[in-house]
């Protein structure tokens, strides 16, 4: 059977992997790619880049290079993309192991300062008072101390924190994500949107690095 | 020349009287204003609609605040006092439970958490510990309450 014209390639790139040091990156790491089988491994083992220390550790790779990479591959190939025309590549080393001194360190830290905190909130609104008047409106009569107001009080703090942040240790109450989650997930976004954007303005001013 | 007198003395009494509504009702409407955009910035209301999934009763959470705001108010003024002893304990616990609830929320719905925590994690490398961090900063505000109403006073 004769080869017929190359096939369209269709892509979707990934929007950020991780990359070991010294591998290079390639064009089926960074994408999803849709085309005739024929060309598929070819396409996937494809080089687009070698990283070298002065790259830094995030590595901007563009629609435009991959294009003319492909094109030197095979010249009559069409290619279409979907989503984002750039992915963000991250060298990383052998992942530093998490260290428990510095765990417990900052775990003892924010007990103490989280305790402090509610205290000195306690005292900046006067809460004592307060607390002495609810109970002499629910009682009727004034106490000096209203402990049992106070205990329940403080479960409830443990309690409020806990709903508002979805879960207790793991354990989730249901299956939507937590603030903390989305807060994290809002962070990494606006992080991959800030270098983006400041990759193409280097683009723009020196050409491309890459070259 | 009296009766000219008496009306201009009643007169600054009736404007009196409505310099001091006029005042107060502007001084309720900036401080309810203020309380109700300080509940609306920290999404307590929104936290509690999805987590209890009714987004279409939030009318009634808004009754309730309102409603509450009211009440205790007038009671704190005017000494509105239940003196039933049976129910004192009951009460005494279950609002007190409920203040605490709505104080955690408030401290965790604050930017100082739901900001640094995550980017703290993330800078120091411990991003896998972050809810046992989570757990020392509950259970951080559990005991300073408690030590500041039981030992400290």
Not at chain 1, 104 to 117: C, K, M, R, T
Not at chain 1, 174 to 192: A, C, K, M, S, V
Not at chain 2, 31 to 56: E, M
Request: charged fraction near 20%.
């Amino acid at each position: 059977m004769e080869l017929r014209s190359p096939p369209t390639l269709y892509l979707r790139l990934r929007r950020r992997v991780s990359l070991q040091r010294g591998k290079p990156i390639t064009l089926g790491h960074i994408a999803e790619l849709l085309i005739d089988p024929l060309w598929y491994d070819r396409l996937t083992a494809l080089v687009l880049y070698q990283p070298r220390k002065e790259d830094g550790n995030i590595i901007m790779i563009d629609m435009m290079r991959i294009v003319s990479v492909v094109h030197q591959m095979e010249p009559a190939m069409r290619i279409e993309y979907f989503g984002e025309p750039h992915a963000l590549v991250d060298i990383v080393t052998n992942a530093k192991k998490p260290s428990v001194l510095l765990f417990i360190l900052v775990w003892l830290l924010l007990f103490f300062g989280s305790g402090l905190a509610i205290m000195n909130f306690h005292a900046d609104v006067s809460m004592l008072e307060v607390q002495q008047r609810i109970v002499e409106l629910i009682s009727g009569q004034k106490t000096e101390r209203p402990i049992l107001f106070q205990i329940a009080y403080s479960i409830g703090i443990g309690f409020g924190m806990v709903v508002f942040f979805n879960h207790v240790f793991k354990k989730k109450f249901n299956e939507e994500p937590t603030p903390l989650e989305l807060e994290i997930f809002l962070y990494q976004q606006n992080l991959n949107h800030f270098v983006v954007t400041e990759e193409y303005d280097r683009l723009q001013k020196q050409g491309d690095p890459l070259d | 020349m009296t009766g000219f007198r008496n009306k201009v003395i009643r007169l600054i009494e009736a404007l009196v009287i409505f310099i001091n509504i006029f005042i107060g009702l502007a001084g309720g409407i900036a401080v309810g204003g203020g309380l109700v955009a300080l509940f609306i910035v920290l999404d307590i209301i929104p936290r509690l609609a999805q987590l209890t999934r009714s987004y279409d009763k939030v009318h009634w959470f808004e009754g309730a605040m309102v409603c509450g705001s009211l009440y205790w108010t007038v009671a704190d003024f005017w000494d509105f006092k239940f003196g039933i002893t049976w129910l004192t304990p009951i009460l005494s616990g279950s609002i007190g439970l409920l203040h605490g609830l709505f104080i955690g929320l408030l401290a965790a719905a604050l930017t100082e958490v739901l900001n640094v925590l995550p980017i703290l994690a993330k800078r120091l490398g411990i991003v896998h510990y972050m809810f046992g961090l989570l757990m020392a900063m509950v259970l951080g505000k559990v005991t300073g309450s408690l030590f500041d109403w039981l030992i400290y006073h």
